[in-house]
């Protein structure tokens, strides 16, 4: 739960998974959902990532003009603070029900980077 997290929770383990949901936080579309805008733009404004590896997935339903974009909001927030990437951003739009096979392949991408 992110709102429970503290900014030190993004230095521990090999690989730290951001995931979120797509919402429209203050007021736009296709903002990061509530508590994880809170936790990264205040609770871990300054933490310095560098050398710390991450994965990131945003979800979001097709409905909406910016599809997902929570993502794309997670990997800056990662790149920008000195972190990086080691798979590329899982993006899961709709119910996940049917996209087992998507995960599965993302996941085997990510695999090696867990010791
Ligand atoms: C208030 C609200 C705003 C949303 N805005 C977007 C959006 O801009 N883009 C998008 O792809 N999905 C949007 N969604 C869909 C959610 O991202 C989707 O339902 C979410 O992945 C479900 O996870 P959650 O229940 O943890 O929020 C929105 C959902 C809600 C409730």
């Known amino acids: 739960m992110v709102d ?6 993004l230095l521990h383990g090999d690989v730290v998974v951001l995931a979120c949901g797509t919402w429209n936080t ?13 936790y990264l ?12 590896s ?3 997935i ?3 339903d097709e409905r909406y003009f910016y599809t997902a974009r929570a993502g794309q909001y997670l ?11 080691v798979v590329e951003p899982l993006k899961i739009v709709n119910e996940p029900y049917g996209q087992e096979e ?13 010791q």
Do not use: C, I, N, Y
């Open 4 to 9: 429970l997290a503290k900014p030190e929770d």
């Open 75 to 85: 990997k800056q927030f990662v790149e920008q603070h000195g972190g990086s990437l």
């Open 54 to 56: 991450f994965a990131v």
């Open 102 to 114: 998507t995960v599965r392949a993302w996941a085997k991408t990510l695999l090696p980077h867990l």
């Open 26 to 38: 203050g007021g736009s579309e296709g903002q990061l959902s509530p508590h994880m805008h809170v």
């Open 41 to 52: 733009r205040d609770t871990a404004k300054d933490v310095d990532l560098k050398g710390r």
């Open 58 to 60: 945003g979800l979001g």
